[in-house]
């Protein structure tokens, strides 16, 4: 079956621009999670969710960041009003339920010039 | 809070040389624990778990096992091939989240 699906997988954006970026997660899986990983660095949480509900967005790091799941599928991550040290890969995550195996989307590199 | 430190990279082997990648962790309670490989352009894939003490986690060669009383869950391999090359990630289960290590990059010359 399908992985985790991710686009675009890459975006290259304006300082001051709004930008959105997708996944579809496995199809099933109840569990979705976004993380961004910084050059050079490990994954870091930014929030989860369980089905349609966000129910831990405490790794956003500022009010800029906004992510929905309005239909318990695909998962929208938006960025307003981006700075350059949003620049970085967001990967996508998904799981059968909460605590079982992550699956990985391949990541979309944003780069804000 | 819960943490994972893995040993800097670059590390540079020879095929068939012998792998050791460290990584301890600090947590609260029991978690699981994983190593993660991420091949270059491509996302990260589970490489290995271990669920609880003593475990030993395995695949494709490669072994961890959950030493508690150390909090340590160091990767290894035998022998390494090229095909290797790649960064790899130790990482925690923690509350509806992964925490993982910085990554340490493989490098496997011919």
């Known amino acids: 079956g399908a992985g985790v699906s991710q686009s675009p997988r890459y975006k290259v954006a304006k300082r001051g621009q709004d930008v959105a970026l997708r996944c579809d997660p496995i199809s099933g899986h109840v569990s979705l999670f976004w993380y961004q990983q910084a050059l050079g660095q490990g994954p870091e949480f930014l929030t989860y969710?369980?089905?349609?509900?966000?129910?831990?967005k405490s790794g956003l790091p500022s009010d800029r960041f906004f992510a929905e799941r309005p239909e318990g599928s695909v998962s929208t991550l938006k960025i307003q009003r981006t700075q350059q040290e949003d620049s970085a890969v967001y990967l996508c995550?998904?799981?059968?339920?909460?605590?079982?195996?992550?699956?990985f989307g391949p990541g979309t590199r944003l780069t804000v010039t | 809070g819960d943490s994972v430190t893995q040993m800097e990279g670059p590390v540079t082997l020879s095929e068939e040389a012998f792998l050791t990648i460290n990584c301890t962790y600090t947590?609260?309670?029991?978690?699981?624990l994983f190593w993660y490989v991420q091949y270059p352009g491509e996302g990260l894939q589970l490489l290995l778990k271990?669920?609880?003490?003593?475990d030993k986690g395995s695949n494709k060669g490669f072994e961890a096992t959950y030493r508690k009383e150390t909090t340590s869950f160091h990767l290894e391999k035998g022998s390494v091939q090229v095909s290797d090359s790649a960064v790899y990630f130790c990482a925690l289960s923690g509350i509806r989240k992964l925490i993982f290590g910085q990554g340490t990059e493989l490098s496997v010359k011919p």
């Open positions: 969710f369980q089905n349609e509900a966000q129910l831990d």
């Open positions: 995550a998904s799981s059968f339920r909460g605590n079982y195996e992550q699956y």
């Open positions: 271990a669920t609880k003490a003593d």
């Open positions: 947590a609260t309670g029991y978690p699981s």
